[in-house]
């Protein structure tokens, strides 16, 4: 009996980064974009989702020669490269889709064939999609939303899993980690309340001699008057009559709470492996270790995701056939990790000297034109 048969008829049922948002502001009625609301997690989504949006997706095809070369004949590099459907790029189109793993720990897309050739990619809502595995080891996706309900099969929806603890749909990181959520946005509302309320002042007057209620009000109001505001800012100060003016600093309770925050925000940086430098937190940052930090943000942070993302575009866009033929989708990193011209010539230099690159495919990656004389390599 295989795996979906034990699981028998079960139904899953993934949530959307896209219709049940913001319908509430307790964690009893917690909602993923509740989480989008807390700084650290919106910027984790935007630093995993724009980045792999803006590499370049390329379907490669692998020569006789050991080399390989860009297909730009075939119709799915156009397709996934500029336009899956009528109202994507193919960066949002990407971008769409690490939201949704990022958020949900799914993502679906319809895959539209005409004569067995995929012709366009439909982004599906997961809120509305139930994922049903049957006793043939089969899967069936039924899709309904406020105007239609159709069934698809396991062919015809791309289906892109996170992390997973059966192996049929992905564990979304926001519900998993909804505590490791909750301080963050405890924390929020209760200085957003504090600040709003004006619930601490940030100095006072102190005299010893007796102040009449009328006289604290008209001074206070004076005080106010000539020292508040954009204009009143850096003023000097005479006080007379007895007066002494002490500011009021963070108390014990302030800078703990800025502690705690600072420490949520590395708690949910770690759950998306996002470098906190990423996220403006640059406490014991240093040029070097931020350098050596970037690679390890390919490395360890983006990999994983460009591998699962690749791997499913080429199971099911490509047929049994072109993968045998040798064609494949990879992403182009290359501008992530870009090096300053300096160094990045010196490279070049070296590659040169040793026969690795001819002159022409350094232009290109310097997006200059070919020349007639650039294709030799200059072997020592």
Known sequence: MGLLQKLGMRRYKAESPTSTWLRGESFEGYSENMALGIPTVYACVRVLSETIAAMPLDLYRKRADGGRERADDHVLQDLMRHRPNTYQTGGEFREFLMVCLCLRGNAFVFVERQAGQVVALW?????????EPQPDNSILYRYADEKRAVVYGQDEVLHIRGLSTDGVVGVSPIATLRRAMELPHVLGAYTTALFRQQARPSGVLKTDRDVTPEAAARLRDDWERRFSGPAGAGRTVILDGGLSYEQIGLSSEDAETLATWKWSLEEIARCFRVPVHLLGH?????????EQLAHEFLTLSLTPWLTRLEARFNLQLLTEGERAAGLYFEHNAANLLRAGTLERFQSYQIARQAGVMTANEIRQRENLPRHPEGDSLNVL
Do not use: E, I
Not at 123 to 131: E, G, N, Q, W
Not at 282 to 290: G, H, K, Y
């Open 123 to 131: 982004p599906l809502r997961p809120d509305c999609v139930a994922v």
């Open 282 to 290: 640059l406490d014991r940052m240093s040029f070097n270790n931020v």
